[in-house]
């Protein structure tokens, strides 16, 4: 067993790919020395700078080029240094990527994958930090990932490079450090698959990303309590396992969504409207949504953390569906 | 208009003058057919412009790989795609190119490396790039072309694809088919300083003009600038300057040009300018005049198979989206 942090698990995936697919290669502003986090340190001495490709600051041509580069034959794996600035390649992505396999009525695909890192980060303000994985999620033809654990960075993004299609791969830049004790031989993730946190009878709360953490926190306490709470990591969120959670809430009746994203018209939105029309006549509480407010992220850290759903939030909100009374049905 | 040459080669001048009529035929053809309701989506026509299809893209050899654009019907025709597939795919039918999922704008034939029209402009041109970084990652000795229209000189990605174009020195043809107008706005108009050609200069891209008319003229430098880059000189740009004798869409009238100036464009019709040569070197009018009817009546039996064609299977709308998740919300039973 090996200690890796989130970041280095990144790491070994791209480079274990690399050495088994001499077609996967990675582009991005500063890769030869490292990437903006470190996370291709090393790399360009082993694979060199073909492979290990530095860019242009120019989104659209990167992710352009990665679009033209997987049509004709290549695995390209995009950084985009910030999930923000990815926005500057929206075309490239939405109306390019995502779309040629199915227009070109299956004639050629799009093996691409783009790193997005994402979320709140040391202060980093509106520009540098947000959550925006519902907007990929909303757009047929691409897979969104958002591992929230080193293992299942290292696997889900070993089988989001071997995907055929476009994957949008979201590390959260507040997980870099976060360490697991990982195997030598790690094989890729199934994509579309779900994974219990811990197990629970009273609610189950389903988040993703760094919000796990917080609701692995708040079982901990709600624990103390004597309140049994199941945490589902939705590790990706299209596809997204509503079998696993329409399964969990079907025994505990209970439903918090928490994410870090501004809460309208997110993701969370999706998982709460499909338990409640799946589930209505089973819910013990209504469904309950934790996100953001709908404000820019500011940069003094006060400001900040009054956007973060932390493991408090999530906590109170299981204990008010354990108060809730719903109207008796005749 | 004739342009006699001492080295005219009126053989292959008589060839491009067949592929032409074919490229004007099947847009005549495309046009009634959307007249009639059969061609179902805005189609964007070539006509005046079919010098730079032939003398481009027949330059290219078929392992070379081609992008395209919304007006792009002359490229894919060239590039050897069949046209009863693609009138077919304008027809929303099974067997076109794109199983009918694409339609014009979206055409594109893999199996002769036309790797897509494109409905965004000069969203091609760093997919072009991209598509030259594999064939340098995988040591390949071919071209990416990738044909653009003058609008597109003031997007983004005409910049940013150009300027990775030569920071990787790949082997790519960059064509502005300057046809005049940017949809309905005379690009001139829209437009800072001396033009494409000055622009590529400026970011290291040797650039070359050419008379977009001239089918010969165009090849010649096509197949120039393709052995250039064959040969290792990086990333070559042409500037091809033609005029759009129709609208922008089929449905566009062009009201916004008077009459006596498209009357003196026609006069530089490229298919005519090409019939006048060779009749002035002796080619009989009969040989140029069944180059016509062979095309339209080619093309008219294209439509008729395309009319006669079935509707795509349902089953079509939910292939090939990706391989993982249903796209069908209803998938999930409760």
Not at chain 2, 285 to 313: D, I, N, Q, S, Y
Request: net charge negative; aromatic share 6%; with cysteine.
């Amino acid at each position: 067993m090996v200690t890796t942090t989130y970041l280095e698990a990144g790491r070994r995936a791209l480079a274990e790919e690399m050495r088994r697919d001499p077609t996967v290669w990675a582009v991005g502003e500063d890769l030869g020395r490292g990437g903006v986090f470190g996370q291709y340190a090393g790399m360009v001495e082993e694979f060199g700078p073909l492979r290990i490709s530095d860019a242009p600051i120019s989104e659209a041509a990167i992710l352009g080029a990665a679009v033209g580069a997987a049509l004709a034959g290549t695995r390209p794996v995009v950084e985009m240094r910030f999930a923000d600035f990815a926005l500057c390649a929206v075309d490239e992505l939405v109306n390019q990527a995502a779309k040629a396999r199915y227009m070109f009525g299956g004639q050629g695909g799009v093996p691409l994958v783009v790193r997005e890192p994402m979320g709140m980060w040391r202060s980093s303000a509106a520009q540098h930090s947000q959550s925006l994985e519902a907007w990929y999620v909303h757009i047929p033809g691409l897979t969104v990932v958002a591992p929230s654990t080193p293992g299942d960075n290292l696997r889900l993004l070993k089988a989001a490079i071997r995907s055929d299609d476009p994957v949008v791969y979201m590390e959260h830049k507040d997980l870099w450090g976060i360490e697991e004790e990982l195997g030598e031989d790690e094989p890729p993730g199934a994509l579309g698959i779900a994974r219990t946190v811990c197990e629970g009878s009273d609610a189950t709360v389903v988040s993703w990303s760094a919000m796990v953490r917080h609701a692995g926190a708040a079982a901990e306490a709600l624990a103390e309590e004597g309140v049994s709470v199941e945490v589902i990591d939705l590790r990706t969120l299209w596809p997204w396992d509503r079998g696993a959670v329409l399964a969990s809430v079907r025994r505990t009746g209970r439903l918090v969504v928490a994410q870090e994203a501004v809460s309208a018209g997110g993701f969370g939105a999706e998982v709460a409207a499909t338990v409640s029309e799946a589930l209505f006549g089973k819910l013990k509480a209504p469904v309950k949504r934790l996100g953001a407010p709908r404000v820019p992220i500011p940069y003094a850290k006060p400001l900040e953390d009054m956007l973060r759903v932390g493991s408090d939030a999530i906590a109170a909100a299981v204990r008010a569906q354990l108060r809730a009374r719903l109207p008796k049905r005749t | 208009m004739s342009n006699p040459r001492p080295n005219l080669d009126l053989e292959r001048l008589a060839d491009r003058h067949r592929r032409m009529h074919r490229i004007r035929a099947f847009e005549e053809q495309a046009v009634a057919a959307l007249e009639e309701g059969l061609v179902l989506g805005a189609i964007h026509p070539s006509i005046g412009q079919e010098a730079c299809a032939v003398g481009v893209v027949g330059s290219l050899a078929r392992e070379d790989l081609l992008l395209s654009t919304h007006r792009g019907h002359g490229h894919t025709l060239e590039k050897g795609a069949s046209a009863a597939a693609m009138m077919r795919e304008l027809f929303g039918r099974e067997g076109g190119n794109c199983g009918g999922k694409g339609g014009s704008m979206h055409i594109a034939d893999f199996s002769v490396g036309m790797l897509g029209a494109n409905g965004v402009v000069g969203a091609n041109i760093n997919i072009a790039a991209g598509a030259a970084h594999a064939v340098r990652l995988r040591g390949e000795r071919r071209i990416v072309c990738c044909i653009f229209g003058d609008g597109a000189v003031n997007r983004g990605p005409f910049l940013e694809g150009l300027n990775w174009a030569r920071v990787f020195d790949l082997p790519v043809l960059l064509v502005c088919e300057d046809n005049a107008f940017a949809a309905t706005t005379r690009t001139a108009a829209m437009t800072g300083g001396p033009g494409p050609g000055a622009r590529a200069e400026a970011l290291g891209i040797p650039a070359h003009t050419v008379d977009g008319n001239d089918a010969d003229r165009v090849a010649d430098a096509a197949a120039e600038l393709r052995n250039r880059i064959l040969g290792g000189g990086g990333p070559q740009f042409l500037w091809a300057r033609t005029w759009r004798l129709t609208g922008h869409t089929a449905v566009d009238k062009a009201a916004y040009r008077d009459a006596e100036e498209v009357a003196e464009r026609w006069k530089d019709d490229p298919i005519a300018r090409a019939a006048a040569t060779l009749q002035a070197h002796g080619v009989a009018g009969e040989t140029l005049a069944g180059h016509r009817e062979a095309a339209v009546a080619e093309m008219h039996a294209a439509c008729e198979e395309a009319k006669a064609a079935p509707w795509p299977e349902t089953a079509a709308l939910y292939a090939d989206v990706q391989d993982v998740g249903d796209p069908r919300e209803a998938a999930f039973r409760w």
